[in-house]
């Protein structure tokens, strides 16, 4: 790789991993990067290690023993997934924010590919294309589950409106009005932290571009590719919008009251559908347990039927 003609970071790319007791994860991670650039800027990666016994320590310093990355490790001992993208960014250096998760594996060219995109579009936020990699290939749930897990934009190269999740996007901070903090911490437990931020910047005249050669693989774990995972997560992804608007207060009510009908609407279509499959033992059945799932998320969205999945609540990992 050049020596990088920039010797500051106004122009540098930071590449962020959160993680949560994933040796294995942050290891796939990791090695994932090996080789990885973006041009002539300088790169590094900043680790946040949210496990309050800090297991992921003894990894990355065996691993930045031969990168030709740098590599910054910051112990975030308060569990919750804000808290450990937050603390990322207290000590990231970069005008550009590449995100990937403890549970990723970023193909070759994958950091270069969104940056140049990024620059291309002159866009905030860039996406590239998450596969899911599930955990049995026989299942034949898997046809009907992966594209949950994945995170894929049905466009060309260019402009979207749509955000994906954090894991694989890119943020230039020189065009993001962001937030303080940027992912908000009431999300620690419940997820969601993304959309809001995503929202936020959207809002405020973000332009969203999609990189569809900057391609990663999202190793989907055994303990995720249930239905009752997916049940949960689901309801909780449906919640998001009527929670946006209920963070707006009175100004938000119309907004709460449209989510609501349409949640109930939905639940009208998709839920005997879900009943009808599940009851013939038909696969397709957890696709309409999803969109079932999201339904309701929409009208029960107050605290009580928040779903915590993340910080004190979570088994592995900060991401969906």
Known sequence: MSKPVEQNWSEGVSVVIPTYKRPDGIRTALKSLIGQHAGDRLVEIVVADNDPLASAKAIVSEYSKNSDIEVIYKHVPEPGVSNARNG???VARGRFIAFLDDDMD???GWLDELVKASLKYKAAITFGPAIAVMPNKDDPLNPYMAPFFSRIADAPEG???KC???????LDLSLC?????????IHNETGGEDDALFHHLQQRGAKVAWAIKAESYEIVPASRATAMYMWKRNFAFGQGPTQTEADKGLAGLPGILKWMIIGVMQFGVYGPIFAVLK????????????RTAQALGKFFWWSSFKQKLYGTNA???VNV
């Open 177 to 185: 009005e962001m937030p303080s903090p940027a992912f908000n911490p």
């Open 279 to 290: 009851a013939m033992k038909h696969p397709k059945h957890i696709h309409y347990q999803n």
């Open 159 to 161: 402009y979207i409106t």
């Open 164 to 170: 994906l999740g954090t894991g694989g996007c890119l």
């Open 88 to 90: 990322a960014l207290d």
């Open 106 to 108: 970023a193909l070759p």
């Open 315 to 317: 088994t592995t990992g």
